[in-house]
């Protein structure tokens, strides 16, 4: 019996924890602390190019200027920034 009673607690903390977080979220929605989806943010994926099947080019956008980053298993490697371009 003791074993039951001790599931049954882990359960009402399990739950009260994710409720507690729930209420948190929701929080940070309405406060304007948790920034909506698709809001424009500072950074935004441009393009992403497959070179193989483990690596990938990305185009990044960072505060209107763009620059290129290599993803690999062995890390990322920023190769540089773009030129900027005028309007």
Do not use: K, Y
Not at 1 to 20: F, S, Y
Not at 33 to 57: F, K
Request: charged share 20%; hydrophobic share 50%; aromatic share 4%.
């Amino acid at each position: 019996m003791n074993g039951v009673l001790d599931w049954v607690q882990a359960l009402g903390a399990l739950a009260a924890v994710l409720g507690l977080a729930v209420l948190l979220a929701r929080f940070a929605r309405r406060t304007g602390l948790a920034r909506q989806h698709g809001a424009p943010g500072r950074m935004a994926v441009q393009s992403v190019l497959a070179l193989d099947a483990r690596r990938r080019l990305l185009m990044l956008r960072i505060d209107g200027r763009d620059c290129v980053v290599m993803t690999a298993p062995g890390g990322d490697t920023m190769l540089g920034w773009l030129p900027e371009t005028q309007p």
